[in-house]
């Protein structure tokens, strides 16, 4: 699975939209780019997840550049209980038959801080 | 909606004894995952299993034994406790072990080992 660098933290007031960054240059094309979020003593929450087009549900909007080397996931009005550790997981997207297993493989993330 | 429940929530276990955490899900999923996640390290995959009846390991599944006995259930046994297992474990799940599918994650159990 390639590698994704995220800056790590940001701040963002609340009643903003908060744009988080994630880098994955060296993304393959069959390679899906996942965002999770884990707030303070819960467990991983999914959010979203995309290929090469744009996505959007109730959660958040996920941004992916034409190159998709960098992406970029949007909280359009973010919350106090936003606050979290949100983590971008680039991962390939076939299925595994035999063996293995789909592990997450979740890198550092980055903590978010919305302040009131 | 329950999801998946894990249990104990936490726990403080001395050296030598054995535990089993438990983690049921009410979601039908095939697969189903132990993870650990301790400062610095992140989460790592202890056991898995992609269907009831099978299991696999992980990355770092010394120590730990797992059983796939139906669907709902996927109890971690830790069979003599060591310090270095302290830890939160994160059971989680998914419709089937591919990689499109979304991973569910229970709340957590925190395991202090002494």
């Known amino acids: 699975d390639a590698k994704t660098t995220q800056p790590t933290s940001m701040d963002c007031a609340e009643g903003r939209a908060a744009n988080l960054p994630c880098n994955h240059s060296t993304i393959s094309g069959n390679e899906y780019v996942y965002w999770y979020r884990q707030i303070h003593s819960q467990g991983p929450q999914y959010i979203i997840h995309g290929l090469k087009n744009n996505e959007t549900n109730e959660m958040a909007s996920l941004i992916i550049t034409e190159d998709r080397k960098s992406s970029t996931l949007i909280l359009p009005h973010a919350t106090l209980r936003d606050t979290a550790v949100y983590y971008c997981i680039v991962r390939v997207a076939h299925y595994i038959t035999q063996g293995g297993s789909e592990k997450l493989v979740f890198g550092k993330g980055t903590k978010l801080t919305v302040n009131p | 909606t329950a999801g998946i429940t894990q249990a104990p929530t936490s726990q403080i276990l001395a050296a030598g004894r054995s535990m089993t955490l438990r983690c049921t899900q009410d979601m039908r999923h095939n697969a189903m995952y132990w993870y650990r996640q301790d400062l610095g390290l992140g989460l790592r995959l202890i056991h898995y299993?992609?269907?009831?009846?099978?299991?696999g390991k992980g990355e770092v599944p010394d120590g730990y034994s797992v059983s796939r006995a139906n669907t709902d259930d996927f109890p971690l046994t830790l069979a003599s406790a060591v310090p270095s297992q302290t830890s939160v474990y994160f059971c989680?799940?998914?419709?089937?072990?591919?990689?499109?599918?979304?991973?569910?994650f229970g709340a957590g159990t925190r395991l202090s080992v002494l």
């Open positions: 299993s992609n269907t009831a009846g099978t299991t």
């Open positions: 989680a799940s998914s419709p089937q072990s591919g990689s499109r599918d979304i991973q569910y």
